[in-house]
């Protein structure tokens, strides 16, 4: 089973780039299953709209993912709450809406969806690491109702990430951090089968500053008092995410591939 996940989609360049290469991609590399984190995907490049959803729905996601700026834009909630293929992170506060973890049935198989959040320099949410292990108790690989198992951890920190996917080594088919924006080169399998990647980058246009207009950027860190709040670059995009080959068997991983495409980046495929 082939089942590739684009990192944080960042404003129109990175919705338009998703429009244009993802099909392609899905066709080409024959791929099963799509998650995307689309925490960034509105125009202000914070939060997703209804109509962003839909439309990476229709370019080929089966699930999006989101992050700690899942609320910035009103429509989030309604989305949430009324349709299961966008989550949350499963540890933000008990009463949000929607669900931070989703079952997921296509070609016969049942592709279990798991969004996480760290808990350093991230919004107030439950401890990680103790959500985690409670989902751990509750989905495991080859039990007859699991057969694969995705887990989007989005957060700031390396360690945070990396201890994750040592975590689940052996009982999630990946592990994959969002929300730096930038593809790491670690990707590999951990020694118990698990796919990892410590970033898998964002889609977006890398002309930039993490997606974000480099000049305006630039004048804020600079204390330019003519700086204006935040907004997305709009230059070519890149698609970036990891691809895993998993056995249909165990659930594990057999093989990762990371994908880039398109934009200001060296093309991976």
């Known amino acids: 089973m082939n089942i590739l996940i684009l990192g944080d989609v960042v404003g129109p360049a990175g919705v338009k780039a998703v429009k244009e290469r993802l099909p392609n991609t899905i066709k080409e590399k024959k791929v099963d299953f799509v998650i995307i984190n689309g925490e960034n995907a509105a125009d202000t490049g914070r939060g997703i709209t209804k109509k962003i959803f839909e439309e990476l729905l229709i370019a080929g996601a089966d699930v999006i993912t989101t992050g700690n700026h899942v609320w910035d834009h009103k429509d989030a909630e309604e989305i949430a709450s009324k349709n ?79 201890a994750m996917g040592h975590l689940f080594d052996g009982k999630a088919t990946m592990v994959v951090g969002t929300h730096t924006h930038v593809p790491t080169s670690d990707y590999r399998i951990l020694e118990k089968g698990t796919a990892y990647q410590t970033d898998i980058g964002m889609c977006g246009d890398y002309n930039s500053v993490i997606g974000m207009n480099k000049d305006n950027s630039l004048k804020k860190f600079l204390k330019d008092s003519s700086a204006e709040s935040h907004f997305p670059s709009l230059g070519d995009g890149t698609i970036s995410g990891l691809l895993v080959t998993a056995d249909n068997e165990t659930g594990l991983a057999k093989k990762v591939q990371p994908i880039i495409l398109g934009g200001s980046l060296e093309e991976r495929i």
Do not use: Q, W, Y
């Open 84 to 162: 299961l293929k966008l989550l949350r992170p499963l540890n933000l506060p008990k009463d949000s809406p929607g669900k931070g973890e989703g079952i997921f049935k296509k070609n016969g198989k049942n592709f279990i969806v798991l969004n996480l959040m760290g808990n350093i320099f991230m919004k107030k949410c439950e401890d990680v690491f103790i959500e985690a292990k409670k989902f751990i108790e509750k989905f495991k690989l080859g039990d007859g109702k699991t057969d694969f198992i995705i887990v989007d951890m989005h957060g700031e920190i390396t360690s945070e990430k990396t």
